[in-house]
């Protein structure tokens, strides 16, 4: 196991054990920046020092699987990695995702996007209640709307540190192979699959919901517990 891993996993320890959203927050920009570092660290010692790119499928089970897989695309942006969707034919449902990128990365965004869509799922009840709402499918669009605010919020605060880390860097001459290293990850897309731009959103959002998530994604408590990512996650209907 790679040291960076254990310490990312240490960090996401310590968040879930706060009680005080702010030292979550903290401690979730700590292992971004200490992410985005080590990939400047391993440019830095030349192109044969960072894993070959690859990919595998993660199987998206239970509920809400678009928006989940938001999530996933948002923690993979920030983490030199691509995510591809498999939609279930004539559906908005996502049957799995294809992540791609460097075996390391690929790991590292697991660690980081697992956390986050088990806390979102656990916690999508709690700001809300469903019984306020006249229909099920108030309450859909509610739970839709609260995800997608979540993954937001979680993609803006994941590319903002990235993006400082890489600054108070700029001087490295790793950072150029590090941009290699990210079109390397779209030129193996293009390679390997055959795919065309998503489509534009039909959700029909909830304000409520969408800032609640947003306020969520802002003090999420990311956990460390590694969830095997073929089990299903709870069902929320």
């Known amino acids: 196991m790679s040291p960076v891993i254990d310490r990312v996993r240490a960090l996401l320890a310590k968040a879930e054990s706060t009680t005080y959203p702010a030292e979550a927050d903290a401690l979730l920009a700590k292992a971004q920046e200490l992410i985005t570092r ?53 559906r908005r449902s996502v049957r799995e995702i294809t992540l791609i990128g460097a075996a390391e990365d690929r790991e590292l965004v697991k660690l980081l996007a697992v956390s986050l869509e088990a806390q979102a799922l656990t916690r999508l009840p ?56 990210d079109e390397g990850v779209h030129r193996y897309a293009r390679e390997h699959f055959h795919f065309s731009a998503a489509a534009a959103s039909r959700t029909t959002l909830d304000p409520t919901g969408y800032v609640a998530g ?24």
């Open 38 to 90: 080590h990939a400047i660290d391993a440019a830095l010692l030349g192109p044969n020092a960072y894993d070959e790119v690859g990919h595998e499928e993660i199987a998206l089970h239970g509920s809400y699987s678009a928006e989940r897989a938001q999530l996933w695309n948002a923690v993979a942006a920030a983490n030199r990695c691509l995510v591809l969707m498999l939609h279930e034919y004539g």
């Open 126 to 181: 709690d700001p809300l209640d469903p019984s306020a709402w006249s229909t099920p499918s108030d309450t859909v669009r509610l739970r839709r709307s609260y995800l997608l605010g979540f993954a937001q919020q979680v993609r803006h605060r994941l590319r903002e540190t990235a993006e400082a880390t890489r600054s108070a860097a700029a001087e490295h001459r790793g950072l150029p192979m590090l941009v290699e290293a």
């Open 214 to 237: 947003q306020r969520q994604g802002a003090a999420a408590d990311l956990g460390a517990r590694r969830i095997d990512t073929r089990l299903g996650l709870p069902e929320l209907t």
